[in-house]
Structures are given as C-alpha cells and as structure tokens.
C-alpha cells in the first residue's frame, strides 16, 4: 500500500462516516426495481470489493417522475422499501455506507407506465424517452411544489427506513426539476421559483433544508450538483452561475457530488475524454465550501487518484465505470495486486444497457449484472471439477477469456492463435483512431494469464484440425473470430453488392491490416464507406481515411451515421467529428452497385438515383464467422476423439467485444459439466 494510503482514509460526510475515499457514484444498470435481488448483490459485490460509499441509481420519488421503459430506482410507497432494503444490508454487510439518488424527473419523465401529465418549470415537450415522446409537462402550480417537496421529504423517510446512510438533492444531467428550474432555458417562471437565480435554486434549496429536517440527525445528505452542461452561457458554466450556485448553498448539504451534464458529457466514452477530464470544471468546488466534495472522471489508476485527492481536487474518487468494470478495484489497491486491475476501456457498452432497459453488461466484466442470476464474482471462480486439459485457439476476447478464466479455475490450457501478436481484435481496433484504450480488453488478460502458471500461449500458431489432433488434443475451445465480409452483404439488403469483386474495393480487415503494418494499400482518391454495421466501425474508417486526406462519402441506410452509437451517447460527437473533417454523410440510402468509376445508391426514402465517384470502397456489412477449424473437429467429436469441443465468441456469433468475452467466460464457467440445452441457464 504506502502510496496509496491517502485512498483508504476515512471521510466524514454529516453524521456518517466513509471508511475510504472509494466512492461508488449512483448509475443505472437495467436491473432496479424489477430486479432487486440482482441489484442487491451486484451493488454488495462492489461493497465487498472496497467501495466506501455504494449508491443506487436515480430513484424515482412519485408516479409524476415515472421513468418507464427505462428501469430505474423507484421508492413511490411504503411497498418499495423492502426491495431497497436487499441493497443496503447487502452493502452493510461489508461496511460501507448506502447511499441513494432520490429523483424527482420533472421534465424527463414521459409517464408512460403511470400516465400522469409530467411536471415542468412550463408547459413543454418533454425531454426523456428517449427525446421525441409526444407529450408535453404541466406548468407547475404553487400546489405542485408543495407536492413535490412533500414527496421527496416522504422518501427521504423511506429511504432512512430502507438503511440508507446517504439521502441525494438531485440536480444534475438535466434529468431532474431542481435543475431544470435551475436553467434559464427551461425556467421562464416569473413567481418565486423563476427569474433571479435566488428563486431558480429555490427547490433545491427546500429540498436540501427538507432533508435535513426530516432525516438529517440519522443520514447524510449530499446534493448532486451539475457545474457545467458544455454548452457555454446558454446553460450552467462552471466560471458563471455554478460559482454562484455554490454560493448560495454551499455549507447546506454534507456532501456535494458535482460533474457535467448532460449524461453524454458526464459519462463520455475515451474515444472523446481522457481520464480526468472533468478536473477543469470541477476543480474549482472545494474553494467554496468545507464539505467533503465527490467527483468523476473515469479514474482506473491509483496514482491519478491520490493526485486528485492531493492537489485539492476531490475529497472522495466517484466511479461509475471503473467499479462496474472491476468491482474489486479499491481491495486491489489495498493488497497492492496493482496489475490485476481491470481497467475500464471507457466503450460505454454498460451503458447502453439503460436505454435498452435490460441487465447492465460490461466489456471487461463479464460478471457484471450476472452475480444473481448465475452466481458469478468479478473475482472469484469456481475451482475445476475435472483434471482436463485444454486447447483453446484463438487469442481474441473471447479465446483470452476463455482461457484466462478456466487457468483460474486450475485447469491446464493451451492458447494458441495464428497471428504474432495475442489479442485479436481487441488489439487490432485498437489501433483506430481514439480506440487505444480498447487494448486493455487483451492487455489485462494477458497480464493475468501470465500470472497463471496454467496457462501457456503459443502465437504464430495457425491450426488446422490435423493439427489439433495431432497434438492430442481431448478438450477444444474454438474461438477463432470473424472476418468482415468481401461482399458486402448486411441487413439491408439482404444481398451481395453487385460489383464488390473489381479492384479497389476493401474491407475493415484491409484497412486494419495496413493499419498494422504500415503499408498502405488504400488508393489516395474519393472513398465511399458503406456501413451496414452501424456500430462505429464505419464512422472509425471514415475519420481515419479523412484524417489521411482521402476524400470520403459515408453511406449508411441508417437515418444517422453509426446509428447503434446513440446507446453509447457517442452518436453526436462522431457525427460532429465526421463533419469537421468534412466527410460527406449519405444517410437512409443503400448501395446498389459498385462501378468502375462511381457507385450507384438508392434512397430509402425517395427515387432519384445518387451517384458518387469512388477510387476506393469499403464494405462495412456483415461478418462471417470462422468456423471451419470447428466443424473439421466436429467428426473427432462423433467419434470419441475429442471429449469436448465449443465454439465460442465471433466464430459463433459475430458482435460485440463485450459479447465475445461474455461467450468466452461462459464455456469456462459450463465447462466440466453437460450444459442443459433445455434450461434457461440462470434464475430469474
Ligand atoms: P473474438 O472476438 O471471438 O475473440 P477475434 O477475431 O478477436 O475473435 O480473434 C480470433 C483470433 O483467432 C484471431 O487472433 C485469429 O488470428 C485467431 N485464429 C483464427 N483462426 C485460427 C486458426 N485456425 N489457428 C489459430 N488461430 C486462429
Ligand atoms: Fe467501462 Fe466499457 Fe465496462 Fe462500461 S462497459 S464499465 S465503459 S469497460
């Protein structure tokens, strides 16, 4: 430890007090009130992992901020405390403190499961749901704020009784009313609530002096304070109304947690911010009160942590992101396993499970939102039923994890994979643009394998299946990829692109290939990019090739470019960007023929044909998984000369690199006993 003993000092926050800086901020996970079991145990692992403080996500107060479909916290009667009650003893139970985002969404809220008009500063469309809902608030009377407050004061006694040690204000991302009326843009109220910023910081002040007043001698209350919304003085800046908001409140609450908003700036993937990169803006905070302060900023390593506890920055590291991608990550510090930490890569894939409304998942984490329902830890495995040895092959995500998790498990593994270098694809996209923290997928697997005295890789190793039995292999774990496809052929068509066999036309593949080898093969004239992929493959290439001065055309059937990237919240930036290095978008149209000179396009939307000139193309369709090495094993399998044989990751179902290590933690966790292929596999 030593250097880090900084981290493990206690805080004390109001009548409560951290047993560490280690603070778990509040963030959605897709489980909430409808799965409070797998809540409970997915926040008490994170507590049992070393995190002081563990906080819920935001938790709706009333059916008037009712968040659905989205599966947030919900705390509307007496009937939600037992829920909430799993999470605080879960978290008790290893000494730290329950903290919890009481949340009135104002604006945010399209009550679609409750179907109550939605509360508002004005009368105006909403803003949740998804951005578009058709429905629109009620202008807030005097009878509404008195509502308001009464509710939250009531849940804040609720949460008291749940055990929580932590009561939230929440006035941050634009998700809730107190800041909504903070903001001038929303606020045009000319009663005490709007005008002055006195009267727009007048709910959260209530809201504050309610809190304390109905639970303040029993929990702390903390106020979630957003300082800048990076849209310069039309919204909240951290150098202007912040300061003076801050001012006005500053030694109210016990605790102040201040980022940036909205969600896409807070929480905005490495591709777009460093570690650390909220410092400029919040910095400023601890100037202007004496309570402790909490902020955010992706931080994984220890060093950037004590660095912001000693410049004064913060008084306890807040960790969304990295605690979901190493639960663990505070007890490593303390037991100085320093190169186990399993870095956050910042992809935002845990995030995408909000909006999607299903079980938080992470790239690096494959135990993340399955500690319930399939009994998994971020750090423990279950040791081998059986002496087997095994072959994987394929040092991909999946092919990594595969064997990292069975060395774990005691088992002795060979990893072999053809290329030099270990680490499929997590190693080669890295090399994009923006993506180099993508490595870490295979560079933390890598550390830990060689930790292990199991697990002994072979790289330069391409294997047919002679060779794997030739090698006496019993058990095999295939995990050899997929390769874009030559054709073109994707979703929206439904068709190889006629003409995809000229010259001049490439894959992602070619581009990362030359990407690794420096040798460029691309022809410097206009290129035209296809993307039926719509994750960022496709926006990736375009700013590369532009950054290299290609002219280049993005054609997407898609209504916008790197469509799925919006469950990132990327979807703006990588436009924006695409835009600065004047790449020309084609959206909703779909590539119908590769020409010699041009490729023809077809609206989706109306007739007129669209010709663009093209020295280059690239097809960014469908994959085609690698499964021959699997199915020229199969036999072996048949017929007794194999015991075990599956097939994991893009070979089985090309996706996400998260999916991959998914796959490849599974087979290490089924392996030694007959999967049920009539079972669902976890509770429910
Ligand atoms: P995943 O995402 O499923 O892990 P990747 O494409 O990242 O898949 O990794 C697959 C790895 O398998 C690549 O590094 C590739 O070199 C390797 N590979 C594919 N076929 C063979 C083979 N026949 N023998 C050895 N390695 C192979
Ligand atoms: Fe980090 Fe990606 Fe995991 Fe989210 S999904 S915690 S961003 S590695």
């Not at 179907?115 to 749901?129: C, D, F, K, T």
């Not at 719509?534 to 993005?554: K, Q, S």
């Not at 590769?594 to 396009?601: A, K, N, R, S």
């Not at 089985?652 to 290490?668: E, K, M, N, R, T």
């Amino acid at each position: 430890m030593g250097d880090y003993d900084v981290l493990f000092e206690q805080v004390q926050i109001g009548p409560k007090t951290a047993p560490n800086r280690f603070y778990q901020v509040p963030h959605c996970n897709g489980l909430g009130h409808l799965r409070p079991a797998a809540l409970a145990a997915m926040r008490g692992i994170k507590a049992e992992g070393g995190w002081g403080v563990v906080c819920t996500e935001e938790v709706e107060i009333h059916p008037t901020s009712d968040l659905s479909p989205y599966i947030e916290g919900r705390l509307w009667d007496d009937d939600d405390v037992p829920g909430l009650r799993l999470m605080t003893d879960a978290v008790h139970q290893h000494g730290a403190l329950a903290g919890i985002e009481l949340t009135h969404a104002g604006l945010d809220a399209p009550n679609l499961y409750s179907r109550l008009p939605p509360l508002g500063p004005r009368s105006e469309g909403v803003l949740g749901g998804g951005g578009f809902e058709p429905v629109q608030s009620r202008a807030m009377t005097r009878r509404d704020f008195a509502d308001v407050r009464r509710w939250h004061r009531n849940a804040a006694l609720r949460a008291r009784d749940a055990g929580f040690d932590i009561v939230y204000c929440y006035a941050a991302h634009g998700l809730t009313l107190p800041m909504q009326l903070l903001s001038r843009r929303h606020n045009d109220r000319t009663d005490e609530y709007g005008g002055s910023l006195t009267n727009r910081v007048r709910l959260l002040r209530e809201l504050i002096e309610d809190t304390k007043d109905a639970v303040g001698s029993d929990c702390a209350v903390a106020v979630r304070l957003a300082v800048d919304e990076l849209i310069g003085p039309r919204g909240i800046t951290y150098d202007g109304e912040a300061r003076e908001i801050l001012g006005l409140l500053a030694e109210l609450p016990d605790l102040w947690d201040v980022n940036i908003s909205g969600w896409d700036n807070d929480s905005a993937t490495s591709r777009f911010a460093p570690e650390g990169h909220q410092e400029p803006y919040i910095s400023f905070v601890k100037s202007l009160t004496t309570k402790p302060v909490v902020g955010v900023g992706r931080y994984t390593s220890p060093d950037a942590m004590v660095s912001a506890v000693r410049r004064g920055v913060l008084d306890l590291i807040g960790a969304a992101r990295p605690s979901i991608a190493d639960p663990y990550l505070p007890r490593k510090v303390r037991e100085g396993r320093l190169a186990s930490i399993r870095e956050c890569i910042g992809c935002n894939i845990c995030v995408a499970s909000d909006p999607k409304s299903v079980p938080i998942r992470c790239t690096q984490n494959p135990t993340m939102g399955e500690e319930w329902r399939r009994g998994w830890h971020p750090d423990r495995i279950p040791v081998r039923r059986n002496d087997a040895e095994v072959m994987v092959i394929g040092a991909g995500p999946a092919g990594l994890e595969a064997a990292r998790a069975l060395g774990e498990r005691g088992h002795r593994v060979q990893l072999l994979d053809a290329r030099a270098q270990l680490g499929g694809r997590a190693q080669r996209e890295a090399l994009l643009p923006g993506l180099a923290a993508w490595r870490r997928v295979a560079d933390w697997r890598l550390g830990e394998i060689d930790r292990l005295d199991t697990v002994a890789t072979f790289p330069s190793s391409p294997m047919t299946a002679a060779d794997v039995l030739d090698a006496g292999a019993r058990h095999v774990v295939v995990a050899t990829g997929a390769t874009w496809r030559r054709d073109g052929r994707g979703r929206s068509t439904g068709r190889p692109v006629p003409g995809h066999h000229q010259d001049g036309v490439f894959t992602p593949d070619d581009v990362l290939d030359d990407l690794a080898s420096g040798q460029w093969r691309l022809p410097s004239g206009p290129v035209v990019i296809y993307d039926d992929d719509h994750y960022v493959m496709g926006g990736l290439l375009a700013e590369l090739l532009a950054r290299r001065g290609n002219d280049v055309t993005l054609v997407t059937a898609a209504p916008l470019v790197s469509y799925w990237t919006q469950y990132t919240l990327e979807q703006d930036r990588i436009e924006a960007r695409l835009r600065e290095l004047d790449v020309r978008i084609v959206a909703r149209a779909t590539l119908s023929r590769i020409g010699p000179e041009h490729v023809d396009l077809e609206s989706v939307v109306d007739a007129a044909p669209i010709v663009v000139p093209r020295q280059a193309v690239v097809l960014v369709g469908d994959r085609a998984p690698q499964t021959s090495l699997h199915d020229g094993l199969v036999g072996a399998l048949e017929d007794g000369r194999l015991q075990s044989l599956r097939l994991v990751g893009d070979a089985d179902a090309p996706g996400l690199i998260a999916q991959a290590v998914f796959s490849g933690h599974l087979a290490a966790q089924e392996f030694g006993e007959e999967p049920d292929r009539d079972a669902v596999g976890f509770r429910r």
